[in-house]
């Protein structure tokens, strides 16, 4: 983080309007508030987040001209694109009527954008007013992100093997497998996201998430709270949770396979299946009825979880796809996991769960029954599952140091208030 100082008091925040991104932006907009900031989220009508849990924050809408549902991963890129090419002017104009209406140095704002907004980014500097990046990948991520010109010009990208299980030059212990990207076949697209995610422009700092917070957020799906009351009905750490996150999907088959290994594990388990976008099915009409009458009460099905459910001491392992939302998550309440990436920063996170963190391991390749009943078993009643949890304990410990006070997370946050505030 660069030293100077802008005594500023205000903040626009410029979330990406998808789960994942919203929601650690209004936790960073919490804590800053906390310490005594003003919070203007500056937002894109697409996927408007819910207000009344931020009575505090002041919202203001983008006009976005987005008419319909992106397909996502696929059109991810195009949309983006859209996004930033259509709330730039609206938001240059926002903020000059904000700055107008000042008339002392310290009641100018900060930006502070998701990397993918990049369009703040040009207006901030255009308005001379100081940015700040929020990435919410990890660490780890970014700096792979960072790696990728080296590699170009090195010619290991693009891989002759995207799925090859070699380790990439430079990147420790990470495969081209596991490299940030949906796919190699295109390499245009790729690289024209990895270069918006690793330009930072004129901005002064990033800030990377690395805790939960346990607040009520933004959910786009309407939280299913009666999977708290049976899991208050199950016993301590025997209950595995399934959840992709926001985005990802499994295909029917692939949820056929899920349903029979979760069944034949013979373990209990909660899990969100979203309806599908297309056409609205309820999740369970998806399922066999014979599964339904195997499984009878020991599975619990909802479109979408309360954030807390990981908290909940009766879930003693989590099948994730591993967005970095959801490995915070599991870190900070100490559930080990199985992880099943499925595009872009979620195969980094799963070689460093697996490879580094050792709190869970990876079910690669077709999603099958057997496989899948093998690993819920190996996470949730063998000896190797608990030394996952023993580790998982361990890493929750160490994340809870990091944010008391003169731990490094609570250190980062106080030279952030310092830098946006001293002057
Ligand atoms: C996206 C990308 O896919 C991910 O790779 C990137 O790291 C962040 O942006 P998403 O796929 O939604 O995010 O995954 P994730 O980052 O894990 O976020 C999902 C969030 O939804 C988590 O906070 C999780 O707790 C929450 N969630 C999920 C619920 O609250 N209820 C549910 O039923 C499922």
């Known amino acids: 983080m660069e030293k100077q100082g802008w005594r500023c008091r205000k903040l626009v925040l410029v979330p990406c309007p998808f789960q994942g991104h919203i929601n650690p932006m209004l936790q960073l907009g919490t804590i800053l508030h906390s310490k005594g900031f003003s919070i203007t989220v500056a937002h894109a009508q697409f996927n408007s987040?819910?207000?009344?849990?931020?009575?505090?924050?002041?919202?203001?809408?983008?006009?976005?001209?987005?008419?319909?549902?992106?397909?996502?991963?696929?059109?991810?890129?195009?949309?983006?694109?859209?996004?930033?090419?259509?709330?730039?002017?609206?938001?240059?104009?926002?903020?000059?009527?904000?700055?107008?209406?000042?008339?002392?140095?310290?009641?100018?704002?900060?930006?502070?954008?998701?990397?993918?907004?990049?369009?703040?980014?040009?207006?901030?500097?255009?308005?001379?007013?100081?940015?700040?990046i929020l990435q919410t990948c990890s660490v780890t991520t970014m700096l792979t992100y960072f790696a990728y010109p080296r590699l170009q010009e090195e010619g290991y990208i693009p891989p002759q093997d995207s799925n090859s299980t070699e380790l990439v030059p430079g990147l420790h212990l990470l495969r081209f497998k596991d490299l940030p990207s949906n796919t190699f076949d295109d390499l245009d697209p790729t690289l024209q996201l990895i270069a918006i995610l690793s330009n930072i422009g004129s901005s002064s700092a990033i800030v990377l998430c690395t805790k939960l917070l346990r607040r009520p957020l933004v959910a786009y799906w309407k939280e299913d709270s009666s999977c708290i009351s049976w899991l208050n009905k199950q016993g301590h750490n025997s209950v595995i949770y399934v959840?992709?996150?926001?985005?990802?999907?499994?295909?029917?088959?692939?949820?056929?396979?899920?349903?029979?290994?979760l069944a034949n594990s013979n373990q209990t388990f909660l899990w969100v299946i979203r309806p599908d976008p297309d056409n609205g099915a309820e999740p369970t009409d998806w399922l066999p009825d014979e599964f339904k009458e195997t499984v009878g009460e020991r599975g619990y099905i909802v479109k979408w979880a309360p954030q807390q459910v990981l908290a909940h001491g009766a879930v003693g392992g989590f099948w994730s796809h591993c967005g970095w939302n959801s490995t915070i998550e599991s870190i900070s309440e100490g559930v080990p996991m199985i992880c099943r990436p499925c595009f872009g920063d979620q195969k980094v996170n799963t070689r460093y769960i697996s490879h580094v963190w050792r709190n869970g391991f990876e079910l690669e390749n077709d999603l099958e029954r057997g496989k899948i009943e093998r690993a819920i078993k190996r996470l949730m009643v063998e000896k190797e599952g608990e030394e996952m949890r023993q580790k998982a304990a361990e890493l929750k410990e160490k994340t809870e140091v990091s944010i008391k006070k003169g731990g490094s997370s609570n250190n980062s946050l106080n030279e952030l208030v310092e830098l946006i505030t001293s002057g």
Not at 245 to 255: M, Q, R, T, Y
Request: charged share 20%; net charge negative.
């Open 243 to 261: 959840s992709f996150g926001s985005i990802a999907s499994v295909d029917a088959k692939e949820l056929t396979e899920m349903a029979w290994g």
């Open 49 to 132: 987040p819910q207000t009344s849990n931020h009575p505090d924050f002041i919202f203001q809408s983008l006009p976005d001209g987005i008419s319909s549902k992106p397909d996502i991963p696929r059109d991810f890129l195009a949309f983006m694109s859209s996004l930033n090419l259509n709330c730039r002017a609206p938001f240059q104009e926002f903020l000059s009527q904000m700055i107008g209406k000042q008339e002392q140095q310290d009641e100018l704002p900060c930006i502070i954008y998701d990397a993918l907004m990049y369009f703040a980014e040009a207006v901030s500097s255009q308005l001379k007013l100081p940015s700040i």
